[in-house]
RNA sequence: GGGCGCGUAGCUCAGUGGUAGAGCACUACGUUGACAUCGUAGGGGUCACAGGUUCGAACCCUGUCGCGCCCACCA
């Protein structure tokens, strides 16, 4: 066997991954002989939907804890799966067809579209598997979750059956009081056609106008309108006026006024309370009311109440009695010609309006066009306002008047506030808790039902009467209602009605599953703030509603994974980093390994692929580490060995030790989800430690036969702790490696990850090793800055050493004299010339008389005393402060003393030095 | 309007009371048999600003400035 110089990721990645597939590593059970079980939910991502960096990252960060928690013995479940995105998939698979010249989706029928939808899931739903697959995730994919599985019209190869979870639930909250049909205000989508929850809603701040319009008053009565201002926008003089100015962004919404609000304190208006306008166009004559929502600040102080059209008129309507009246139908058009509403007060005949079928936009120009011609315009002024809009569809939402089913999620939301504020379930980092308890506590009626055709069909049936059945099948509706003829309602559910009962449904509820008793409550689960409210609010408040437990006991809120200048990556802003194109580039582990030391909670990460290099270096580094020991015998003859060797080497016991540390230290780390500790902690060991010290320092000690033979199993044991404690972050390399290296009994995946901890720590190995590295960096950097040429080895004279120090010198003579590239030591008084370099309990001269510049260094030496007289003094000054010494803790105290010590013997060898420098 | 977060080296960021850290970039030297995807050394920071608490503050409190995000807002 010959290492090749570097690891070939993308040869590699595939091939390993199909291993650990085809050996069945990443099932369920793996290690059903344990107890202890730990179970993560994968997000789902949309069917539709391909790997971009938040995937990449929100995964890797699962992949780490699920890979940690193999090896620890766990018995291990990462179950996946995809949404079937309603909204989303509707919107591309129909879009795919229209590309294709198909018939619409309203041509081809319910049915046909239906058929069509899961074709496409067929051919191109596992795009973000496979995608999921070259990052490493390690998924039980023989569980691969959908949740429209079980759905009617889903192919017969498709697992699972979610939809029946579904339904069940769907019935059982109708049942409990939970779930109730209501014709309330909701967001309309216009282009989708269909109802939207507020969560779907964004807001957008777009320029427009702000319109004034005039509406006559009623019974001769009047208000003194202003006329001139002051500088300060004082009116300074008014005029008696027969009309209410109202101010409205949506002058088309007029038609279904039916009220007009002041301020109940308003001076303007108070007498006009309990009068009446007369509607221009309409003729309806609607009343003024009083109301604290009409802020005299804005507008004109008067405001037109649309009840039908918009969230805060409703809730002014239904305090004065205001009457809705809709305008406009579901595709947003003007509907004035059959709408029993408004004919009942129409006035005017619909023909000479002209309105009639208009697109919202087209009646919106029209009717101000009316009331200029009417003389009922008063003014419009530019206006910049937000406008919201569908997340998906991207246009302006219209607050719509139709029968919906909503969840009322008032009466289930106790449970999910109290598990997080009772500590049940804990969200990390804290601050999001707030954020959490902030929505629950404010929470409105869930609008549930969407008027798609892709989703799980609500299981309501109506009769010809209007009374509704609501059922798990037909044939159980039907005997609620023997002899009448009932029509399902037409409308799905939404997409996150169902992806709420991820955590039970995918384990098989409500069936009482092997899986459900043994995985359920699942342990964390890892996610993004964006879908917080979405999803995690609602899984919490599903699974507590219907098994009454929490789903999993920790929510671990990642950041979001920004470009290079922080800004979020999307496709619009052209921003995006492909996470697959990276990982061609620098391999799956580097780009693990980049996201997880910059994971850092609570802090979005700024991703630059030069930070990926770096990493991808530090894989090269570990490889090159192997292949140093495979060229000096290492692995030969090795097998995989729990415990550590026993070896009597200093270096060799220094370095167990220090493994030791690092593996409490990343299991520390992964227990607080600090990703960013593990990994760094993990890359200044292997690097720091493994790379730049001890392999350097078992050179001589492998050359020497005394040592050799121990030297060899110590370093193949550190090397395959560092293999193991890496496998979890960077788990193709590692694995490799363990493959090359080694009589391995199984995968690296299934190696049983370490419990030593500091007790592996040699106090004497360790206070040797700090001198000896403390002397030779001393040594290298003197020699640096002197500019003594790097080939040339120097002689060294040991000054007034103690036997600490001499004991320490010649046991690690060999070591010292190669990585500080001396040629020897003898020991007295320092000679004319030579610089001084101070370590612990010893100093050492370098006689440098005619090898360098003298003045150099002096000058050098004499800023390296300034600093530490600096230093020191600060140390003295808090020293002498006797409140310090009374107030600090005592190890505090402690160590500034010795710290002053140390420091102050220094001081006088760099005296020393300078004094013989001059000299010389 | 309400809330949350951030401001530390040229850049990207760690650092939750005890003399400021990493990676990258930069400078100098170096191909010494694991690694140039490398090694050694070095320069570089009044921790946004102003007050306060404390023996001691990057860290805790108050305020100011700057930046980002979330929620609400279609008069």
Redesign the pocket.
Known sequence: MAMD??FDAGRAEARIYAEWEAGGAFRAGANASRPETFCIMIPPPNVTGSLHMGHAFNNTLQDILIRWHRMRGFDTLWQPGQDHAGIATQMVVERELAKAGNRSRREMGREKFLEKVWEWKAQSGGTIIGQLKRLGASCDWSRNAFTMSGAPGAPAGEQGNFHDAVIRVFVELYNKGCIYRGKRLV?WDPHFETAIS??E???I?QD?H?WRLRYPLAEGATWDRPVEWDDEGNPTRTEPCDYLV?????PETMLGDTGV?V?PDDPRYRHLIGKHVVLPLVGRRIPVVADD????????????MTPA?????WKVGERHGLRPVNVMTTRAAMFLKDNSDFLADAQVSQEALALDGLDRYEARKRIVELAGEQGWLDGIDA?R????HGDRSKV????YLTDQWFVDTAKIVGPAIDAVREGRTKILPE??E??YF??LE?IEPWCISRQLWWGHQIPVWYDEDGNHYCAATEAEAQAMAPGRSLTRDPDVLDTWFSSGLWPIGTLGWPENTPELQKYFPTDVLVTG??II?FWVARMMMMQLAVVEREPFHTVYVH??V?D?????MSKSLGNVIDPLELIDEYGADAVRFTMTA?A?????????S??V??????????W??A??AE??GVWEGHATRAAPPAPEATVNRWIIGETGRVREEVDAALAAY?F??AA?GL??FV??K????Y??FA?PLLADPATAAETRATMAWVLDQCMILLHPIMPFVTEELWGLTGQRAKGLIHADWPDYGAELADPGAEREMRWVIGL??EI??A???M?V???LKLPVVGVALDAAARAAWAGNEALILRLA?LDGMTEGAAPKGAMTVAVEGASFAIPLEGVVDLAAETERLE?SLAKLE???G??RG?LS?P??V????EE?VA??RE??E??EAEAAKLRGALARLAAG
């Open positions: 110089k570097t967001n507020d969560l809603v964004e807001q701040e427009g702000m109202v101010a409205t962004t949506r609000a301020h929502y009409a802020d005299p600040e804005k507008g004109t102080g008067a405001v037109k059209h918009d969230f805060n008129d206006d306002h937000m406008v919201p302006a939402i219209e607050p601050q999001h707030k954020v902030h929505w404010n703030f964006d409210f950041p979001l920004r290079e200048k922080g800004k979020k910059m850092a909670m609570g802090r979005d990460l700024k991703l630059s030069q930070r290099a770096g990493y991808r270096n530090f894989g090269t580094k570990l090159n580490a292949r140093f060229m000096n600090r960013n500790d760094n890359y200044a690097w720091g493994v790379c730049d010290w392999v350097e050179k030779i960096e290298r950097s020699r640096a800055q500019r040429p790097a080939g590239r800023r600096k230093d020191l600060g140390l808090r402060n409140k310090f009374a107030s600090a803790p505090i160590e500034t710290t002053l140390r420091g």
